[in-house]
């Protein structure tokens, strides 16, 4: 069991039947009245992202989350299959449930497979990935005020916001977080 007054960014607890990753989360101590907790919740099972209000010194159970170490290999007819590092077993996992992961994802990418159980609950990502540029217009030069942007498609079909000196065959390190340029790699 854990109090709201031990809340962390990142750690999962057990919740309206389901299993959240803490997100964010704010103490809030009003001058009048009791103190409570806003927190913005991820649902590990759906994905949906939902903000909560407790009150301060309420208590919930901790859910422990179990990591792997895995290798995306390929797609296999809407399921994708990951290889454990360790004992080379292969785990498939429905594309529907890491939609947002599979937009930085390449094959032989080493990921970390979140399990609860036997139930497995998504793909944590790397914070930067390394991918290629297929597709880009061209910078014009001299056509800026204050830096300026286009748009770029990665190798992994992801439409990424980058600066106009970026080109077509460019490595560029994206966070994966946010889905933002970071730097040419």
């Known amino acids: 069991m854990i109090s709201t007054s031990e809340f962390k960014t990142g750690l999962t607890i057990e919740y309206d039947g389901s299993i959240w990753r803490i997100m964010d989360f704010q103490h809030v101590k009003p001058g009048k009245g009791a103190a409570f907790v806003r927190s913005k919740l991820k649902n ?17 159970e901790t859910a422990h989350i179990e990591t792997k170490e895995m290798q995306y290999l ?11 590092t360790q004992t080379y077993e292969q785990l498939e996992i429905p ?8 937009k930085f994802m390449k094959e032989n990418m080493e990921v970390e497979i979140m399990m609860y159980g036997h139930e497995v609950l998504g793909v944590d990502l790397p914070k930067k990935v390394e991918l290629k540029v297929v597709e880009t217009e061209p910078g014009i030069r001299g ?23 970026v080109n077509v065959d460019d490595m560029l390190v994206i966070n994966t977080d946010e889905g933002s340029y970071v730097s040419r790699a």
């Open 44 to 60: 590990l099972r759906t994905g949906a992202i939902q903000d909560e209000t407790f009150r301060a010194g309420e208590k919930m």
């Open 74 to 84: 390929y797609e296999n007819g809407g399921n994708h299959v990951f290889m454990d």
């Open 95 to 102: 594309g529907e449930r890491i939609e947002d992961e599979l």
């Open 143 to 165: 056509d800026t005020t204050g830096g300026g942007s286009k748009s770029a498609t990665l190798e992994t079909g992801a439409v990424v916001t980058v600066p106009l000196f």
